[in-house]
């Protein structure tokens, strides 16, 4: 893991670029400000930049910054993502994890999730302790690519932990410290396996326990599980939104046998208030211990963003210069 702590020097300074940018932008609407924010991450103090660049460069599957700073007057854990965005909780933690993150990438977001949102808010909700997705806390949440089902998903899944009184873990596998044997290795990198839309995106037909079998209705991609640079491939998967196309068991065993592996080499990476994780999407799967939510503002909380090395590979796919995807 690549890890900057940042000194309180260089924590206050970012704090102030922040603050200054939320003086001058009184409305906080990020989508319209993306780039800006981007043009002010210029301003951050170098260590950080150089940090990030290089991290970016070395493709280092998993890098963490500490010592962001985090409002000492944080208001209570919101008891949803709705209420988060209605009460634009936490907005200078949000242009915080912009501000860093604009050195890895571009920010983006989704039409059909969390109401377009570019940052999203992950916190448990009542009612949704057993979902497939980051409102869960009583399920564990399989280790997974995000988006997995979209060819413009990031390329780095960003994550600002606010709270985590309890220490839950984020669970991390990375493709290069799996060895595929063969020929699971073969069968992964051919174009034999079904990625779905996952549970946070609001899609029809929806998709649950008892009705298991409308997952398969969702509009889908049929692609490789390994692809890329040959020496370090690069990894796409989510057990539970993956599958080998129609009456192919060679496939289904070989997906099976990769979620198995990367299972048993998931590490556990514990965020702290002010530590931000930048996951890469295509190098590593992440996912979540279980936990019991408290529902009484101090649960854990986190920021999440998505990055893309690129925004024009999302410009191409949706025919419009916008960051959401559809
Ligand atoms: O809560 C976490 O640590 C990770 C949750 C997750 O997978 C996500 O928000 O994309
Ligand atoms: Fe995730």
């Given at each position: 893991m690549a890890r900057y702590v940042l000194s309180d020097i260089e924590k206050n300074e970012l704090a102030a670029v922040a603050d200054e940018f939320l003086a001058t932008h009184p409305v906080w609407t990020p989508l319209e400000w993306a780039d800006d924010i981007r043009a002010e991450a210029e301003r951050l103090p170098v260590g950080i930049r150089r940090f990030l660049v290089s991290s970016r460069a070395a493709e280092d599957a998993v890098i963490l910054l500490g010592n962001l700073p985090v409002d000492e007057a944080l208001v209570p854990t919101p008891p949803s993502w709705e209420v988060a965005e209605k009460e634009a909780a936490a907005i200078r933690e949000e242009l915080v994890l912009l501000l860093v993150g604009s050195v890895l990438g571009e920010p983006f977001g989704w039409v059909?999730?969390?109401?377009?949102?570019l940052v999203h808010d992950v916190c448990p909700s009542k009612g949704q302790e057993?979902?497939?997705?980051?409102?869960?806390?009583?399920?564990q949440l399989t280790l997974h690519t995000e988006?997995?089902?979209?060819?413009?998903?990031?390329d780095y899944v960003a994550l600002m932990c606010l709270r985590n009184p309890e220490a839950v873990g984020t669970t991390v596998a990375l493709v290069e410290s799996v060895d595929f044997p063969e020929p699971t290795r073969r069968v992964l990198h051919q174009d034999r396996f079904r990625f779905f839309p996952d549970d946070?995106?609001?899609?029809?037909p929806e998709h649950s326990a008892e009705n298991?079998?409308?997952?398969?209705?969702r509009p889908h991609e049929v692609a490789s599980v390994l692809f890329g640079p040959e020496e370090a491939p690069y990894l796409r998967i989510d057990a539970d939104f993956t599958d080998a196309v129609p009456g192919d068991t060679e496939a289904d065993t070989a997906l099976r046998e990769a979620a198995g592996l990367l299972a048993a080499a998931a590490e556990r990476v514990v965020l702290s208030p002010g530590d931000a994780v930048f996951i890469d999407n295509h190098r590593a799967v992440h996912g979540r211990d279980t936990f019991t939510p408290?529902?009484?503002?101090?649960d854990r909380w986190l920021k999440r963003t998505s990055l893309v090395r690129d925004l024009r590979r999302t410009y191409v796919r949706t025919k419009s210069r916008s960051r959401l995807l559809g």
């Amino acid at each position: 893991m690549a890890r900057y702590v940042l000194s309180d020097i260089e924590k206050n300074e970012l704090a102030a670029v922040a603050d200054e940018f939320l003086a001058t932008h009184p409305v906080w609407t990020p989508l319209e400000w993306a780039d800006d924010i981007r043009a002010e991450a210029e301003r951050l103090p170098v260590g950080i930049r150089r940090f990030l660049v290089s991290s970016r460069a070395a493709e280092d599957a998993v890098i963490l910054l500490g010592n962001l700073p985090v409002d000492e007057a944080l208001v209570p854990t919101p008891p949803s993502w709705e209420v988060a965005e209605k009460e634009a909780a936490a907005i200078r933690e949000e242009l915080v994890l912009l501000l860093v993150g604009s050195v890895l990438g571009e920010p983006f977001g989704w039409v059909n999730q969390q109401d377009g949102r570019l940052v999203h808010d992950v916190c448990p909700s009542k009612g949704q302790e057993n979902s497939l997705t980051s409102a869960s806390s009583r399920q564990q949440l399989t280790l997974h690519t995000e988006d997995v089902f979209h060819s413009c998903r990031g390329d780095y899944v960003a994550l600002m932990c606010l709270r985590n009184p309890e220490a839950v873990g984020t669970t991390v596998a990375l493709v290069e410290s799996v060895d595929f044997p063969e020929p699971t290795r073969r069968v992964l990198h051919q174009d034999r396996f079904r990625f779905f839309p996952d549970d946070s995106h609001q899609v029809v037909p929806e998709h649950s326990a008892e009705n298991p079998s409308a997952l398969a209705d969702r509009p889908h991609e049929v692609a490789s599980v390994l692809f890329g640079p040959e020496e370090a491939p690069y990894l796409r998967i989510d057990a539970d939104f993956t599958d080998a196309v129609p009456g192919d068991t060679e496939a289904d065993t070989a997906l099976r046998e990769a979620a198995g592996l990367l299972a048993a080499a998931a590490e556990r990476v514990v965020l702290s208030p002010g530590d931000a994780v930048f996951i890469d999407n295509h190098r590593a799967v992440h996912g979540r211990d279980t936990f019991t939510p408290r529902y009484d503002g101090t649960d854990r909380w986190l920021k999440r963003t998505s990055l893309v090395r690129d925004l024009r590979r999302t410009y191409v796919r949706t025919k419009s210069r916008s960051r959401l995807l559809g």
